[in-house]
Structure formats: C-alpha cells, structure tokens
C-alpha cells in the first residue's frame, strides 16, 4: 500500500475544506477560460479561412486579369490590377491574422 500511496498519510485534524472550495472555483475558472478562448479562437479561424478563400479565390484573379487585358487592348487604364487585388487581399488577410494571434495568446496567459 506504500507503493501506490507515496507514503502519503492523510492528516485527519485538518480541515480541508477551504482548499477544495479554493481550488475547485480555480480550476473551473482555468476551464472556462479555456473554453471560452477556445471558442472563440475557432470562429477566428473559420473567419480567417473563409476571408481566405474569397480573397484569394482563382475565379476571381483569373476574372481580374481577363478584365485588366480587355483594358488594356481597349486603351484604357483598368479599375484595378490582378496585382493591386492580390496586395489588397495580402492587406485584409494580415488584419485579420491580429485577432488570431490575440486569441491564441489569450490561451497561453
């Protein structure tokens, strides 16, 4: 019975009531938080994935390209570049990569 208990005795006149009550709100705290950062980060994620996939989806490059040649074989200057849409995107995906990392610290702290 050593073996399994570490020699652990367990000290009957103290009452410990207190640090159960403590320890139980702190660890249902750490959850919580833990859950919460967690879920949140989640929809960060999806957010970010699906702002991904719209920014830099080909049909639409492959629609501003054609659109910018047409442009340019008519004379004229296009509304915007293949490559001005790119920075753009490069530009709105790192904003939201701020919230992404914020969250993800929040699970460390």
Known sequence: MQ????FFEPNYKVDYK?????RTKAVSFY???EFTCAGAMLSIFQFINYQYLLNFDRTTIKEI????DAAI???NR???TEMEYIDQAIVDYL???VYALFFSLGIIG
């Open 18 to 22: 207190f640090q159960f009550k403590y």
């Open 78 to 80: 296009p509304e915007i």
């Open 65 to 68: 390209a054609i659109a910018e």
């Open 31 to 33: 959850f919580l938080k």
């Open 3 to 6: 073996k399994i208990t570490n």
């Open 95 to 97: 904003y939201w990569n």
């Open 73 to 75: 074989a008519a004379g």
